[in-house]
């Protein structure tokens, strides 16, 4: 095995001479300790400086892009291959029409779309500051593409922003400046189903937009795209619905033929049954039906008036029934655990678990808030590329402006849940970093940078 390993290693710097980003204070020591651990090589002379790196690594990219799409002017997407735009309007009409997945788009929006505030960078003077506080409040007044919702800002901006990235796997749309060509005027979503991707020098990708057939290529320097989960050489990026096309067609399925078969059970009823009545002696034919007749309408009569709280009072050749089905509690907890089943199926497909979509599946009590400090996780990191466009929108204001600040968005992911747990493990940290700077095994400017560590 060690020889193999030294034989590897001879032919990557043999061909690759790759470069390691490491620094080390004492260079040639560290150059040396890379000699010895690769035995055969030890002669060799290792340079690991910026103009080094700067020789070795290329100005464009060795490798080419490929796809399974097909050969000759790669388009993404080929509609006769793997048409996206299908996909897309399936995954709305599928999120308008399934209450559980309705559930999981409405909630991992909101969930994202938390409270959020941006930081001014760079100066601490405080009339820049101000002014391009107001230049950036401004600037959320009129971002939004609907004008008539007024001020929607950067509230109504993020909603519709995670609602796409969930529903489409796409976000995309394109930045526009006023008439005076002086700041921005508003950010206009466009459509993911109508994006197209053409590959240029077997490298980057440019954007078009096809409407009626017709395709035009979108400005790369005002256009915004960002795709969810891309592939390598599939920029596009995957609907969080993705996984559930088939199981959400079998769930509503289920549904269907649960419906049909209760419809065709029935439910219980009351079956009231009346003997006739004796019939008198003398008492003539017509006289005995006309007779029998009244008694039976009566007693209708009487039933149909009864009100949830009274009962019936008759003679006793009157008698009163349970019909309905047999079985009827199984049966109902047969289709209640096949639906269970699908419905995790669906939670799984997206990332949630029953109880946030509003099923109650046993206790969670135990569980809950170890879900939802993981799903806390997953949040912050596609927070992450909200934050990322955010910045990018404000901080081109700013350079329009001329005002050299840097913006810097935050989301307020503050639980509320636990807040006594967490200030105790607070104090306790507070309480060490104190300790440790007391003893001397820290300087006032760790103590500081632990402090401000603390989240």
Not at 175 to 185: F, H, Q
Not at 245 to 271: C, I, S, W
Not at 324 to 333: C, E, Q, T, W, Y
Request: proline share 5%; glycine share 6%; with cysteine.
């Amino acid at each position: 095995m060690t020889s193999f390993l030294r034989d590897f290693w001879k032919r990557l710097f043999a061909r690759r001479r790759s470069v390691l980003p490491i620094k080390s204070a004492n260079q040639n020591e560290f150059n040396v300790m890379i000699g010895q651990s690769l035995g055969g090589i030890k002669s060799k002379k290792f340079n690991f400086s910026a103009g080094s790196v700067g020789k070795e690594f290329p100005t464009s990219p060795v490798s080419k892009r490929t796809s399974y799409l097909g050969q000759g002017g790669l388009l993404l997407p080929q509609s006769s291959l793997y048409d996206s735009s299908f996909r897309i309007r399936l995954y709305r009409f599928l999120r308008d029409n399934i209450p559980v997945l309705n559930s999981a788009i409405w909630t991992w929006t909101r969930i994202c779309a938390s409270p959020s505030y941006f930081e001014l960078k760079g100066s601490e003077e405080p009339k820049l500051l101000d002014n391009a506080f107001e230049v950036l409040k401004n600037l959320d007044r009129r971002i939004y593409q609907h004008s008539f919702q007024k001020f929607g800002g950067a509230d109504a901006l993020l909603t519709q922003f995670f609602g796409s990235l969930f529903t489409d796997g796409a976000v995309c749309g394109e930045l526009v400046l006023t008439a005076s060509r002086d700041k921005l005027d508003k950010f206009y979503f466009i459509d993911p189903a109508t994006i197209r991707f053409k590959l240029k020098d077997d490298t980057n990708w440019e954007l078009y937009q096809e409407v009626d057939g017709v395709e035009v290529k979108l400005n790369p320097a005002s256009i915004f795209y960002l795709g969810l989960d891309p592939d390598p050489d599939d920029p596009r990026g995957k609907s969080i619905l993705s996984s559930i096309p088939f199981v959400a067609r079998v769930e509503q399925r289920l549904l269907e033929d649960m419906q049909k078969t209760m419809h065709n059970a029935g439910y219980h009823r009351l079956h009231v049954k009346i003997k006739p009545p004796e019939r008198c002696s003398g008492e003539s034919d017509e006289t005995y039906i006309s007779r029998a007749n009244k008694y039976f309408e009566d007693t209708v009569e009487m039933m149909k008036e009864l009100a949830p709280e009274d009962n019936p009072i008759t003679w006793d050749d009157i008698g009163i029934e349970y019909i309905g089905p047999s079985g009827h509690v199984a049966s109902s907890n047969y289709w209640y655990i096949n639906h269970k089943a699908l419905v995790e199926d669906i939670c799984a497909g997206v990332h949630l678990d029953p109880f946030m979509l509003g099923y109650s599946y046993g206790p969670t009590r135990s569980w809950a808030q170890f879900k939802y400090e993981l799903m806390l996780r997953n949040v912050i990191s596609i927070q992450g590329l909200a934050k990322r466009f955010m910045e990018w929108i404000r901080n081109i204001e700013l350079a329009l402006w001329r005002i050299p600040l840097e913006c810097v968005h935050h989301f307020d992911n503050r639980k509320f849940f636990g807040m006594l747990e967490q200030r105790e493990a607070e104090k306790i940290h507070l309480e060490n970093v104190i300790r440790k700077k007391e003893s001397g095994f820290i300087s006032e400017e760790q103590a500081k940078r632990e402090i401000e560590s603390i989240q």
